[in-house]
């Protein structure tokens, strides 16, 4: 079965302040990776995604995430928050041979002015 | 090209009545999931359909069921409501290459349930 731990229940940052959230991941085979972003009010949508090949994957909005394969891992960072970044961010698992897209309880951003 | 649409939008019902959510995909999208979302515990898969056929479920109680039709559209339903069954429910479309690690998964605004 696969499951997704992210690190952070909310966290709270100051703009032009760095950030990386994590997330773990637990599955025995290929997995594809993503990260969701829900913005206040507004429906789920991609941020993001590793399928295969380079392990830093470049997303919207300046966001990045690293898949560390040994580490079972895939942090989101981004090098400087804005307001706007403000919302709920979700961690997300697909395995092979799976028709489930499994998420992580996510992590609330804010982000003070 | 029009999104993936959720009806209603918000609704309240009480203890031990039941409710039909509704969820039409993208144009062309073949595959239906439906997840529940609640503060603190993310987004809980609840099942996927393919060409009117329930391919996964996930754990939730009997009382949480759905179906397809030929078009696509998909429905939930939920029977004997309980206070906990108050949630943002989402269902997601894509084009249901089965277990595609490429797919990409477009979601609805959800509808927000409220028992009382």
């Known amino acids: 079965a696969q499951s997704v731990s992210q690190h952070n229940h909310h966290v709270i940052l100051s703009e032009a302040a760095s950030l990386e959230l994590g997330c773990n991941y637990s599955?025995?085979?290929?997995?594809?990776l993503f990260w969701y972003v829900q913005y206040p009010g507004q429906h789920l949508q991609l941020l993001l995604k590793?399928?295969?090949?380079?392990?830093l994957v470049k997303g919207i909005k300046g966001f990045e995430a690293e898949f560390i394969k040994s580490k079972f891992s895939f942090n989101l960072r981004k090098p400087s928050v804005q307001w706007s970044d403000t919302a709920e961010y979700f961690c997300?698992?697909?395995?092979?041979?799976?028709?489930?897209?499994?998420f992580g309880k996510g992590t609330k951003l804010s982000v003070i002015p | 090209k029009a999104g993936v649409t959720q009806t209603p939008r918000y609704l309240i019902k009480t203890r031990g009545q039941q409710v039909t959510l509704s969820c039409s995909p993208i144009?062309?999208?073949?595959?239906v999931s439906w997840y529940q979302q609640t503060p603190g515990q993310g987004l809980q898969f609840l099942f996927e359909?393919?060409?009117?056929?329930?391919?996964n479920k996930g754990n939730f109680p009997g009382r949480f069921s759905g179906r397809q039709f030929s078009n696509s559209r998909s429905e939930m339903n939920v029977s004997t409501l309980e206070l906990g069954d108050s949630a943002l429910y989402l269902c997601?479309?894509?084009?249901?290459?089965?277990?595609?690690?490429?797919?990409?998964?477009?979601f609805g605004s959800g509808t927000q349930l409220s028992v009382l």
């Open positions: 997601a479309s894509s084009l249901g290459q089965g277990t595609d690690l490429n797919e990409k998964l477009f």
């Open positions: 599955y025995g085979g290929t997995v594809n």
């Open positions: 590793y399928f295969s090949g380079d392990p």
């Open positions: 997300a698992v697909k395995g092979d041979g799976s028709y489930q897209l499994t």
């Open positions: 144009s062309g999208h073949r595959s």
């Open positions: 359909y393919f060409s009117e056929t329930q391919r």
